[in-house]
């Protein structure tokens, strides 16, 4: 197996790493009750979707 014959840099090192990321999920407000939620799914506070009431909501 070939192995490096020379040693790479960090800078070197860290070009290539660039794309290796976390990257925080987009929240955006829910239109029915204004809470939080992620886009394209289904608020868990309300339970509605694209102006539909998907899931009932149990009130603990």
Known sequence: ???PKW???KS???KRRTHVKLFAPNFGNCP???EPKLPHRVCLKCGY???KEVLPVIEV
């Open 32 to 34: 029915q009750c204004s």
């Open 7 to 9: 040693r790479h840099s």
């Open 1 to 3: 197996m070939p192995n």
């Open 49 to 51: 979707y694209n102006g």
């Open 12 to 14: 070197r090192r860290d």
